[in-house]
């Protein structure tokens, strides 16, 4: 049984462990202004709120809404629509009502625009038909003609008079397998040592992906872990920054002190899916996941971050950049949880991270790359990581070595011989190996002739 607050009324229901929010809404609830596009997280039909951040519902387990707040399409005043009508911004109306959330949302919470520009705030909302300069236009004066006071109070408004939910009696999807919500870090850990079999789940956006036809994820057990409140913060101590285990890429892009001290989380966070995602995903998650494309990675291993995993026997701490032991190999066992992801606060003097994909939001990295080297003077200085070149995302140390010695570097050449011996690119369907290492070469070579005198 879960409770829940559904555009501004109390739900009670039964969920099944498989059902996802998404059909938990359409089928059961009968709100089918929340649209099913790709199932994948990336069209952004399915987009409501979840405690006022827009979520893709298609990656929500429907247990998770259980004491919060959700918001559908269904809630939102229809004259919202209007300026998407003028400005072209709908065809077939598919994407339309997802368009329209994530509209709000950045009316509502106008402060985004300092940060963000509209286009990449709207990134994780696709469209078929019209192409995105009427929908922008839209929003553009979807932005202009409501004063956040005003959209507040229509939206109030109408949330308490849309339509009353009728609960149906068909579940939408049927599944053999259990969740666990633990409330505590030590009872997530029990279950973990009782069942080494079950799987800990953060956002789901990895483990949600295609949900619908991955009948054998659904007969799993599963440790949800979105209940274990202590995980969720993150926090600044005097010598570093503490990710919990449950803190997402959206609560670092959102703390100014993270955008001045460890500015390439929050560059990194940003080219992470779209903000549906960011809002979603865990840099936990991130680094469990072993993605060799993961960019979460290597902007943390960059930092020297280290990873606190905890078991029923204790804490163990590890550096980020011995975790990974080969593809998808990592030394963690089934019993253990990421608990805190901890950063040493430190001056850098040079710091960038490129993510090169197939378009500029919602992209796969081809090549992607974190530099930092620290301010003060020491014989170690520079870190330099590369993800998608390698089974796993991976320093190179032998390029490191080479800027730690300041010859002068006049060609990326010099640089791509050095990357040799670090990483090991493949041919893929997304890239060639000669691909990747030009690019992984050139990408150093000119980020570095912009920051260091001893490359030109
Ligand atoms: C549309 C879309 C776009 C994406 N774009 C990108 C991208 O651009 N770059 C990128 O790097 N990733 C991307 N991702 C992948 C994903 O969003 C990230 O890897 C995210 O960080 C996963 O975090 P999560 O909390 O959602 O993980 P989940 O799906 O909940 O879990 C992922 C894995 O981590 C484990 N896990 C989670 N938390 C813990 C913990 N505390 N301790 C131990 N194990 C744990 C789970 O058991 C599972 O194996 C994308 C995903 C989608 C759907
Ligand atoms: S259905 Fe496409 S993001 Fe959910
Ligand atoms: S109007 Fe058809 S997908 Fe956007």
């Given at each position: 049984?879960?409770?829940?607050?559904?555009?501004?009324?109390?739900?009670?229901?039964d969920?099944?462990?498989?059902?996802?929010?998404?059909?938990?809404?359409r089928?059961?609830?009968?709100?089918?202004?929340?649209?099913?596009?790709?199932?994948?997280?990336?069209c952004?039909?399915?987009?409501?709120?979840?405690?006022?951040l827009?979520?893709?519902?298609?990656?929500?387990?429907a247990?998770?809404?259980?004491?919060?707040?959700?918001?559908?399409?269904?809630?939102s005043?229809?004259r919202?629509?209007?300026?998407?009508?003028?400005?072209?911004?709908?065809?077939?109306?598919?994407?339309?009502?997802?368009?329209?959330?994530?509209?709000?949302?950045?009316?509502?919470?106008?402060?985004?625009?300092?940060?963000?520009?509209?286009?990449?705030?709207?990134?994780?909302?696709?469209?078929?038909?019209?192409?995105?300069?009427?929908?922008?236009?839209?929003?553009?004066?979807?932005l202009?003609?409501?004063?956040?006071?005003?959209?507040?109070?229509?939206?109030?408004?109408?949330?308490?008079?849309?339509?009353?939910?009728?609960?149906?009696?068909a579940?939408?999807?049927?599944g053999?397998?259990?969740?666990?919500?633990?409330?505590?870090?030590?009872e997530?850990?029990?279950?973990?040592?009782?069942?080494?079999?079950?799987?800990?789940?953060?956002?789901?956006?990895?483990?949600?992906?295609?949900?619908?036809?991955?009948?054998?994820?659904?007969?799993?057990?599963?440790?949800?872990?979105?209940?274990?409140?202590?995980?969720?913060?993150?926090?600044?101590?005097?010598?570093?920054?503490?990710?919990?285990?449950?803190?997402?890429?959206?609560?670092?892009?959102?703390?100014t002190?993270?955008?001045?001290?460890?500015?390439l989380?929050?560059?990194?966070?940003?080219?992470?899916?779209?903000?549906?995602?960011?809002?979603?995903?865990?840099?936990?998650?991130?680094?469990?996941?072993?993605?060799p494309?993961?960019?979460g990675?290597?902007?943390?291993?960059?930092?020297?971050?280290?990873?606190?995993?905890?078991?029923?026997?204790?804490?163990?701490?590890?550096?980020?950049?011995?975790?990974?032991?080969?593809?998808?190999?990592?030394?963690?066992?089934?019993?253990?949880?990421?608990?805190?992801?901890?950063?040493?606060?430190?001056?850098?003097?040079?710091a960038?991270?490129?993510?090169?994909?197939?378009?500029?939001?919602?992209?796969?990295?081809?090549?992607?790359?974190a530099?930092?080297?620290?301010?003060?003077?020491?014989?170690?200085?520079?870190?330099?990581?590369?993800?998608?070149?390698?089974?796993?995302?991976?320093?190179?140390?032998?390029?490191?070595?080479?800027?730690?010695?300041?010859?002068?570097?006049?060609?990326?050449?010099?640089?791509?011989?050095?990357?040799?011996?670090?990483?090991?690119?493949?041919?893929?369907?997304?890239s060639t190996?000669?691909?990747?290492s030009?690019?992984?070469?050139?990408?150093?070579?000119?980020?570095?002739?912009?920051?260091?005198?001893?490359v030109?």
């Amino acid at each position: 049984m879960i409770e829940f607050r559904l555009n501004g009324r109390p739900i009670r229901l039964d969920v099944d462990p498989a059902e996802r929010l998404l059909d938990l809404l359409r089928y059961r609830l009968d709100l089918t202004g929340t649209k099913e596009g790709c199932a994948e997280g990336e069209c952004g039909a399915c987009t409501v709120y979840l405690d006022d951040l827009p979520v893709d519902a298609c990656l929500v387990p429907a247990y998770q809404a259980h004491g919060r707040e959700v918001v559908t399409v269904e809630a939102s005043d229809r004259r919202q629509l209007e300026p998407f009508l003028r400005s072209g911004a709908t065809q077939c109306g598919a994407c339309t009502p997802g368009v329209v959330m994530t509209a709000a949302w950045i009316r509502d919470h106008p402060d985004l625009l300092e940060t963000h520009d509209l286009r990449e705030l709207m990134a994780g909302n696709l469209c078929r038909c019209t192409g995105y300069d009427g929908i922008i236009d839209g929003v553009e004066s979807a932005l202009t003609a409501h004063s956040v006071d005003n959209a507040d109070a229509a939206t109030e408004s109408n949330r308490s008079a849309s339509a009353p939910v009728k609960p149906t009696s068909a579940a939408a999807v049927s599944g053999g397998g259990a969740v666990h919500r633990p409330s505590s870090l030590s009872e997530a850990l029990e279950l973990l040592d009782a069942e080494p079999d079950a799987l800990p789940i953060a956002g789901g956006t990895d483990l949600l992906v295609h949900w619908p036809t991955r009948l054998d994820a659904h007969d799993r057990t599963y440790v949800d872990l979105t209940g274990v409140t202590s995980l969720r913060a993150h926090d600044w101590t005097p010598n570093a920054l503490v990710l919990g285990g449950l803190t997402t890429y959206w609560d670092v892009i959102r703390d100014t002190r993270a955008r001045a001290e460890f500015p390439l989380l929050v560059d990194a966070g940003r080219q992470v899916g779209a903000v549906q995602i960011q809002t979603r995903g865990t840099w936990a998650g991130n680094i469990v996941n072993a993605s060799p494309a993961a960019d979460g990675v290597p902007v943390l291993m960059a930092y020297d971050a280290v990873v606190d995993l905890a078991s029923t026997d204790g804490l163990e701490s590890i550096r980020l950049d011995e975790f990974f032991s080969g593809y998808k190999e990592m030394r963690m066992s089934n019993r253990q949880l990421i608990t805190a992801i901890r950063l040493p606060r430190r001056a850098y003097d040079v710091a960038w991270f490129d993510k090169v994909g197939s378009r500029a939001a919602q992209a796969i990295t081809k090549v992607g790359l974190a530099v930092t080297r620290r301010a003060e003077p020491a014989e170690d200085r520079w870190r330099v990581v590369a993800n998608s070149v390698a089974p796993t995302v991976r320093r190179c140390a032998t390029v490191e070595r080479l800027l730690g010695r300041r010859e002068a570097i006049g060609s990326p050449r010099v640089l791509a011989e050095a990357f040799a011996r670090d990483v090991a690119p493949i041919d893929d369907i997304r890239s060639t190996r000669a691909y990747r290492s030009t690019v992984l070469s050139r990408l150093l070579y000119f980020g570095l002739r912009k920051r260091v005198d001893f490359v030109t």
